[in-house]
Each structure stands twice: as C-alpha cells, then as structure tokens.
C-alpha cells in the first residue's frame, strides 16, 4: 500500500486526498488537495468556479495526534470574492472557518473540556488553554441547536461570575429541557434586553413564567414592552434557598468567632469544619459530617435552630405543595424566624416577606429548587474551571457545551470506523 493511500485511511479527512507525507521532527506533515473545484465562502452558502486572483494561500491545521506523533495537515488554498463576505480564503470540509485546528480535534477537545480540567486537557493534547477555549467557541458556533429558542414557555434568568472583578455572564434557563438556552456578556436588563430581541415579539409574547434572582435589573427587561410583561415573575428557588443558608452561615461564623476566643480551644476544635456539615443537603452528609450535626444537636444552642429552620425552609421548596399550603407554611416560618433571636434570619424573615408573592408564584408554577438546583451546581462547576479562560465568549461556549442544547460527538462517533477491512 502506498503511504499516501495509507494517510487517507488513517486521516479520515472530508473532500481531501493526500498527496505527500513527510515525517518532521516529532511532526508528520501531510500535504492534501481539495477534491472540489469550486471554491466555497467560509462564512455562507456562496460558491463560485471563478478564483479572485492566482495568490496561493498556504494553510495548515492540526489533527488528532498519531500515537506520539503530532500531525498537521498542510493545504494550499485559494481565494475567492463572496459577494457578502469580500476576498476571502476557500472554505475546507474538514475544519471550522478560521481554525487552525480540525473539525476532529476541536470535537475532542470540547468535549475533554467539560469532564476534565484545564491543565489535564492542556496536557493530554499538547495545545494552549486558548486554543481549548477557542475550540468550544467554534463548536458552539456551529453546533449549538438552533431550533433552542423555539417552544419556551418556562424559562429562568441568572447571573453568573466568570473571572474575579465583577466580570459576569447572563445565562437563560428553559426550565421545561433543563437546559441553559442562552447566554451573554454582562448582568444589567440591557444584557436581557438582547435575548428579547433575538426572540422576537411573537416567541416572547408565548413564555408563561420567568423566574429570576431579587434585583430589579432583570425584572426590568421581562415586563418591558414588546418583551414578556405577560408573563408570571417568579423567584428563582435557587437564590431563595441561597438567601437562607448564607443567613445560616453568618450564624455559625459568630459562634466561631466566639468559641475561638475562648480560653479552652477544645470548643472551637470541636466547631472546626462545620460549615459543609451545616449547609450540604442531609442526603449529601459524609459519615463524619453526619456525626457533626448530631453532636450539634445535643447543645440545643443558636445553630441547631438555625439548622433546623434552613431545612424546614428548603422543604417547603421540594415541589409537593400547592400554593395555599406553601403560603402557610412560609408564613409559619417568617414567624418563627423573625422571634429566633437570630439577627441573620430575622433579617432573611423579612425579605422573604416582602417577596412573598414572587416566592409562591415560583411554587404555584412548578419551577421546582431540585433541577434548577442541579443545573446550577453543574454551571457553576463548569465556569469554575473556565476561570482560566481570556473571555467571557470562551467561558459561555463551556457552559453552552457543559449544559446547553448540544449534543457533542466524538470523532468516531460521527463517523465511525468501518467494521470490515477495506478492499
Ligand atoms: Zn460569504
């Protein structure tokens, strides 16, 4: 078998053939040809059999890796006049406009980057956190479902911080898919406004429920004309719930602050570790953790009640109550809160009062805190390791990829090795 005939079987690359194979240092470049005449925009449909001029345009791009040999693949293209896009350079069948890598390899690395963390990706594959970064830019670009805003009737707003100082991304929720849908650079109703627009009147005019943090920025975008005013404002349970346990954490840092200035340090010993144990979910608890809680049940002191009202707070919110019985029991607990003694939860009491409607209204429509929840922790997650990224483009093509409307496929997946040798 001749080398090149080899390298088109190995390199599985759409519309091209292999013409020369040269073994570098560590590199094994192959030279490939269009099997296509015409030459194609990268940007649009557009296609012509004319060239703009003669100018060859050399191009190369980087491939899955053959055992420890890195491979590139080297082009020479040519240019041509789109009569939307100006001279550009041909479109190739086998990369994303713009790459310096192939469709193959930025699938892989996509997909590496939402189960494993930077430095490993980086590693495994020998590329740049950027190049990661850039690569789920353009599988977003080209991948993401574009039927994603159609049929929204329950959707969610939330801000999310992507890099330290206030850098923040504007993700929309559809509550129905458990899916991020949508997402942008920014926090204010402004950043919102842009998801209405692309929207249009007549989708917006169809969401029921919207659900959202306590700030007036979103609320402002939703009940603007021509946006959803329509629609039922709900508090998003996520940061209901939140409100809580961070009144439930100022409580165990006082008493920390207390016990550690106690002159037997066994009390404040004794405290250390407590906050997971205090804010996880019960059904989460390690063994340890489980027996922290115990013993801090037997004191019967400040943060034992505080507990308790955090996990009656959060069962309000498992999603098996009608309005009228949540509307009581959220009254109940505001009561019992605001006599706690407890300034953090008399504090929480009271915005929950104030916002009593919102909170119900999320209840009465089902937006239930367990999904929303989950999504959120898995959001989170994702832009955690995103904090490496250098914009907030990359850091949204993660959370697309992690928890969009995408399914990612790997290269073999998408076009699978045949089964019987080749003739
Ligand atoms: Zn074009």
């Known amino acids: 078998m001749r080398?090149?005939?080899?390298?088109?079987r190995l390199l599985r690359l759409d519309g091209v053939n292999v013409v020369d194979v040269v073994f570098g240092i560590g590199v094994v470049t192959v030279n490939v040809v269009l099997k296509r005449r015409r030459l194609v925009c990268p940007h649009c449909e557009h296609s012509s059999s004319a060239r703009y001029d003669t100018?060859?345009?050399?191009?190369?791009w980087r491939h899955l890796d053959l055992g420890v040999w890195r491979v590139e693949v080297?082009?020479?293209?040519?240019?041509l006049c789109c009569p939307t896009h100006g001279v550009v350079v041909e479109a190739v069948p086998f990369a994303r406009p713009?790459?310096?890598?192939?469709r193959d390899l930025d699938d892989l690395l996509a997909w590496l980057a939402t189960r494993?963390?930077?430095t490993a990706v980086a590693r495994l594959c020998r590329v740049s956190w950027r190049s990661v970064g850039r690569a789920c830019e353009r599988v977003v670009a080209t991948e993401l479902d574009p039927g994603r805003l159609d049929g929204l009737f329950r959707i969610g707003v939330d801000e999310i911080s992507w890099r330290k100082h206030h850098k923040y991304l504007t993700l929309v929720i559809d509550h129905d898919r458990g899916c991020v849908i949508w997402g942008a650079k920014g926090k204010d109703a402004k950043t919102l406004d842009g998801f209405f627009e692309e929207l249009g009147p007549q989708r917006s005019a169809a969401i029921e429920a919207v659900s959202m943090d306590l700030g007036p920025a979103f609320l402002k975008s939703v009940t603007a004309e021509g946006h959803?005013?329509?629609a039922v404002v709900c508090a998003d349970p996520f940061h209901i719930v939140k409100l809580v346990g961070d009144a439930l954490d100022e409580v165990r840092r006082d008493l920390w602050q207390t016990l550690r200035r106690l002159p037997d340090p066994r009390y404040a010993n004794d405290f250390r570790g407590s906050r997971w144990?205090?804010?996880k979910n019960p059904e989460d608890l390690t063994d340890k953790q489980a027996a922290m809680l115990t013993s801090l049940k037997r004191t019967r002191g400040g943060i034992w009640r505080a507990y308790?009202?955090?996990?009656?707070f959060r069962a309000i919110f498992a999603g098996d109550l009608t309005r009228d019985q949540a509307g009581v029991l959220l009254d109940a607990w505001c009561a019992r809160a605001q006599r706690s003694r407890l300034p953090p939860f008399i504090k929480a009491a009271k915005t929950i009062r104030q916002r009593r409607d919102i909170i119900l209204n999320a209840i009465e429509h089902g937006i239930s805190n367990g999904r929303v929840e989950g999504l959120n922790t898995k959001v989170r997650l994702i832009i955690r390791r995103a904090y490496g990224f250098h914009s907030a483009e990359a850091a949204l093509a993660l959370v697309m990829l992690g928890a969009g409307p995408i399914t990612l496929q790997l290269p073999h997946e998408r076009t699978p090795v045949p089964t019987s040798p080749p003739k």
């Open 308 to 312: 308790e009202m955090k996990e009656q």
């Open 228 to 230: 959803a005013p329509q």
């Open 277 to 279: 144990a205090l804010l």
């Open 116 to 118: 494993m963390d930077k």
């Open 55 to 60: 100018r060859p345009c050399p191009s190369r």
């Open 74 to 79: 080297q082009a020479t293209l040519r240019r």
């Open 98 to 102: 713009g790459a310096h890598l192939t």
């Open 3 to 8: 080398v090149t005939t080899a390298f088109n």
